[in-house]
């Protein structure tokens, strides 16, 4: 193959990334936003010494899983904006492709031969569900996101996965923009002073968030922003976040309030959680409850639980009235005040947090008989793994398997990193027993999953 040569594919495969997987001449070739079972006529974009990449000219015979543009739900901005790469894609075959995915992750990387998997969770709706976004903003007072593997903005105030409000906000601040100029950041000179708007939304109360990202300290004509957005939601807050770092990080350190509590809450279950501007939480709320309804159901009366990377106590607070006790261990020192917070709101006594890295004070924790700072009982039953999409960090798989702690849930965004982990826990002893995913990102290439393992030798 060699650059713009056009060939004819039929493509065999997908991947997460977006890129439909085809074979010329035994070589790869990967194109995006083809799909399994379509036949094209594809240019040559790039070659590579085992693969290449291609991108569509002809649809010569579409996937039978494949959608239209004119059909209900696809978005009109979907093909050039980076936030989407299957709505193109009949859901049920999403599922299918997210299970697979899963599967083969365990086989390939998790040297599991025939993994436990149960069907994956879907949503009756799998639209508007997200409860963050965060949108650049540019010259000429554009609102978007980012086109794939560019720093080109595509301008979008209507995104199909977001709440609802995310469009009355973005509108709202179009407006206001218009009437009262504020200087726009430039990220090459690094002058201008707004770079990007986060929205929080709690999807069972209905609270807002809405947080302009400043390279300065002080936003301009706040008065009209306060107006403007509060007429949005009664229960609306407004937090600035000072960003002055030239860098690609979207949020700064520096939080200062400038209407409403500085807070969102949200239900999930019987739990109701406070949710500060930096804080993790899940982007599904529909999902979540499903994500954390099957953690608790490989849990018992009576034990004793660890939950790593706890964030601001999602797992650890629903899980807690069905356990003895849990502590919940967290490296951001503003999450574990989250959870102590949430503990309180949700009168739970039997759940304390610690701030610390996982990799630090969860064998420490599993290796004491007592924990001083909490004044309990320690001999832990269970761990919870909820870590970042990186996975473990590398020395905590191997000293938590050589505790011989019986029961491990692993919860992951990324079979990938998530297969290596469980590979070395059945390494060292312990059997994958079962494995849940969930589809906690409808529209995208990511997937939740649920893994329990027991220790067989102990």
Request: hydrophobic share 40%.
């Amino acid at each position: 193959m060699h650059k713009n040569q056009e060939i004819e594919l039929f493509i065999h495969d997908l991947h997460s990334n977006g890129f439909g997987v085809g074979k010329y001449d035994s070589q790869a070739v990967f194109v995006e936003g083809a799909l399994t079972g379509d036949h094209i006529k594809a240019k040559i974009i790039k070659v590579k010494k085992q693969y290449a990449y291609g991108k569509i000219m002809e649809l010569i015979t579409p996937s039978s899983h494949r959608l239209s543009e004119c059909d209900s739900g696809i978005c009109n901005v979907a093909k050039r904006c980076g936030g989407c790469q299957f709505q193109h894609l009949e859901y049920s075959a999403q599922l299918e492709f997210k299970e697979k995915l899963v599967r083969d992750a365990l086989i390939r990387i998790g040297k599991c031969e025939n993994p436990p998997l149960s069907p994956i969770i879907g949503m009756d709706n799998p639209y508007n569900y997200r409860n963050k976004a965060q949108f650049p903003v540019q010259a000429g007072n554009i609102i978007g996101l980012y086109a794939p593997r560019s720093h080109r903005l595509v301008p979008v105030t209507n995104c199909n996965i977001q709440h609802h409000a995310c469009e009355k906000i973005l509108k709202a601040i179009e407006q206001i923009l218009s009437t009262h100029p504020i200087p726009i950041y430039d990220e090459e000179p690094h002058k201008g002073l707004l770079r990007h708007i986060m929205i929080r939304v709690g999807f069972n109360t209905g609270d807002i968030m809405v947080v302009p990202v400043l390279n300065g300290d002080t936003l301009p004509h706040k008065e009209v922003w306060i107006e403007s957005l509060k007429a949005i939601c009664p229960s609306m807050t407004i937090v600035l976040n000072k960003n002055t770092a030239k860098t690609n990080v979207i949020l700064g350190a520096s939080f200062t309030t400038i209407y409403g509590s500085g807070y969102i809450y949200e239900e999930i279950g019987h739990i109701r959680y406070r949710i500060s501007p930096q804080a993790f939480f899940q982007v599904n709320p529909a999902q979540t409850l499903a994500l954390y309804d099957a953690v608790s159901a490989h849990l018992a009366d009576g034990e004793k639980v660890i939950d790593a990377y706890s964030g601001i106590g999602g797992i650890a607070l629903y899980i807690a009235n069905k356990v003895k006790k849990v502590v919940g261990v967290e490296s951001v020192q503003e999450a574990v005040a989250d959870g102590v917070y949430n503990a309180v709101l949700n009168d739970i006594t039997n759940a304390g947090f610690l701030c610390g890295q996982a990799e630090d004070l969860v064998p420490e924790l599993l290796t004491k008989k007592f924990d001083q700072e909490l004044s309990r009982e320690a001999n832990y039953d269970v761990i919870i793994l909820d870590p970042p999409r990186k996975g473990c960090d590398s020395k905590l798989p191997d000293a938590i398997a050589a505790t011989n702690i019986p029961k491990i849930i692993y919860v992951s965004c990324d079979p990938a990193t998530m297969s290596r982990d469980v590979h070395v826990f059945t390494e060292n002893g312990y059997k994958l027993q079962h494995v849940q995913p969930v589809d906690m990102f409808p529209m995208t290439g990511h997937v939740e999953c649920v893994c329990l393992l027991l220790k067989e030798r102990l």
